[in-house]
């Protein structure tokens, strides 16, 4: 069974930093992209970042890039999202979800809509505030 665990959120200071964890298990398959995706109140989800195993792409949103950072493990079953400069309009649930691909995936933009995607984590809640 594949499952997804979140963990690292908290709540945080603006301008300050957490690094979200995604670990994933029960993996079926060898080629996968992982992302990340936020949900604040009211709001839809939105693809924060994403990285893709097949050719070690990685996307950011346009509201996080230069702030966040997506990086795995070496055996890539683990997916880290390093947030920096963090600001109030941030604070939402992280999640994690996880696509299935293959040897030659050509990652894209996509990867940030979470249509793409099978499986997810429960979530972590992300707070930014003085």
């Known amino acids: 069974e594949v499952q997804l665990v979140e963990s690292g959120g908290g709540l945080v200071q603006p301008g300050g930093s957490l690094r979200l964890s995604c670990a994933g298990s029960?993996?079926?398959?060898?080629?996968?992209?992982i992302g990340w995706f936020r949900q604040a109140p009211g709001k839809e989800r939105e693809g924060v970042s994403a990285?893709?195993?097949?050719?070690?792409?990685?996307y950011y949103s346009d509201s996080v890039k230069g702030r966040f950072t997506i990086s795995s493990d070496n055996a890539g079953t683990t997916v880290y999202l390093q947030m920096n400069s963090l600001k109030p309009e941030d604070t939402a649930v992280y999640y994690c979800?996880?696509?299935?691909?293959?040897?030659?995936?050509?990652?894209?933009?996509?990867?940030?809509?979470?249509?793409?995607?099978?499986?997810w984590g429960q979530g972590t809640q992300v707070t930014v505030s003085s």
């Open positions: 979800a996880v696509k299935e691909t293959h040897r030659y995936y050509s990652s894209n933009w996509r990867l940030l809509n979470r249509i793409e995607y099978d499986y």
């Open positions: 990285i893709s195993t097949s050719d070690a792409g990685t």
């Open positions: 029960g993996f079926t398959f060898d080629h996968y992209a």
